[in-house]
T-cell receptor, first 112, second 112 residues
């Protein structure tokens, strides 16, 4: 059974803190994605990675960075958290050339 | 940039009534996918449509892809309480591309 896991379901941080969100998939997928989900806005792509150490910006990369040192792990980094980054963060993965994306359970981040 | 608009944002129906959500893209899509997110859950892939004018059925769910490959719809016949959730469409502009653009979602609630 395919599985995407995220390090935390809920996270509370303070403005200015550095925040790490971790995502791990066990399906040997080439592609991994980070989205944020906000009411009325759907899912918006922050960054994605199509290979180890490779990354591309999505639609809203400002204020975020990513790291992919191993194929199974994709990290989202908020260098200096701000209140407007309070959101649900979803990680997803898929196999190259196969479009169905598999999502993790999400991390609800609150920045105070 | 590419936009995918989805309407309505909310829909409340009586159990047994039909439900339809519509998706429109500002540009021609290579393919379109549909996802369902149960309350408190994460998006789960339902189906992918690739061909112009394509119609696919999954039990009570009917998915259509427009002739111009710019719009799509999901129709549920005789809704059941298990259909509750948010339905998202997501499109790929370029064949083989991994970046999906999601619609805002339609949240379906059902009165039993």
């Amino acid at each position: 059974d395919v599985k995407v896991t995220q390090s935390s379901r809920y996270l509370v941080k303070r403005t200015g803190e550095k925040v790490f969100l971790e995502c791990v998939q066990d399906m040997d997928h080439e592609n991994m994605f980070w989205y944020r989900q906000d009411p009325g806005l759907g899912l918006r792509l922050i960054y994605f990675s199509y290979d180890v150490k490779m990354k591309e910006k999505g639609d809203i990369p400002e204020g975020y960075s990513v790291s992919r040192e191993k194929k199974e792990r994709f990290s989202l980094i908020l260098e200096s958290a701000s209140t407007n980054q309070t959101s649900m963060y979803l990680c997803a993965s898929n196999r190259e050339s196969y479009n169905e994306q598999f999502f993790g359970p999400g991390t609800r981040l609150t920045v105070l | 940039g590419q936009q995918v608009m989805q309407i309505p944002q909310y829909q409340h129906v009586q159990e047994g009534e039909d439900f339809t959500t519509y998706c429109n893209s500002s540009t021609t899509l290579s393919n379109i996918q549909w996802y369902k997110q149960r309350p408190g859950g994460h998006p789960v892939f339902l189906i992918q449509l690739v061909k112009s004018g394509e119609v696919k059925k999954q039990k009570r769910l009917t998915f259509q892809f427009g002739e111009a490959k710019k719009n799509s719809s999901l129709h549920i016949t005789a809704t059941q309480t298990t259909d509750v959730g948010t339905y998202f469409c997501a499109g790929n502009k370029v064949q083989g591309a991994q970046k999906l653009v999601f619609g805002q979602g339609t949240r379906l609630t059902i009165n039993p």
